[in-house]
């Protein structure tokens, strides 16, 4: 089993920035290097959405419109750990967040084709 676990979420105003942490471990976990990234967010009363994703090495990213020019997707793999800088926050930012994870080397956009996903961590921006 594969445990995909996100944080930094948290409060903030517009304007302002925060940076979001996956993390990734588990007894079937393969080298972090083998995965493809991304992050995703939902909104309440909206579906998720694609944010950004990055292949198994962070030389190739992928962004939505939406934050592109704001948000900076990059992986550390000797930490097993991927990141999400947010900056220029706005309150339409405010979502779950979600990290999700697959052996892949490529960049994937669509969240049914992951097979691993957190909990998610809460992000609020406020006007």
């Known amino acids: 089993q594969v445990r995909v676990v996100e944080s930094g979420g948290g409060l903030v105003q517009a304007g302002g920035s925060l940076r979001l942490s996956c993390t990734a471990s588990?007894?079937?976990?393969?080298?972090?290097?083998?995965?493809?990234m991304g992050w995703f967010r939902q909104a309440r009363g909206k579906e998720r959405e694609f944010v950004a994703a990055i292949n198994w090495s962070g030389r190739s990213t992928y962004y939505a419109d939406s934050v592109k020019g704001r948000f900076t997707i990059s992986r550390d793999n000797a930490k097993n750990t991927m990141y999400l800088q947010m900056n220029s926050l706005k309150p339409e930012d405010t979502a779950v967040y979600y990290c999700a994870a697959k052996v892949h080397p490529d960049i994937i956009l669509v969240p049914n084709e992951y097979d691993y996903w957190g909990q998610g961590t809460q992000v609020t921006v406020s006007s």
């Open positions: 588990g007894r079937t976990f393969k080298t972090f290097s083998s995965y493809a």
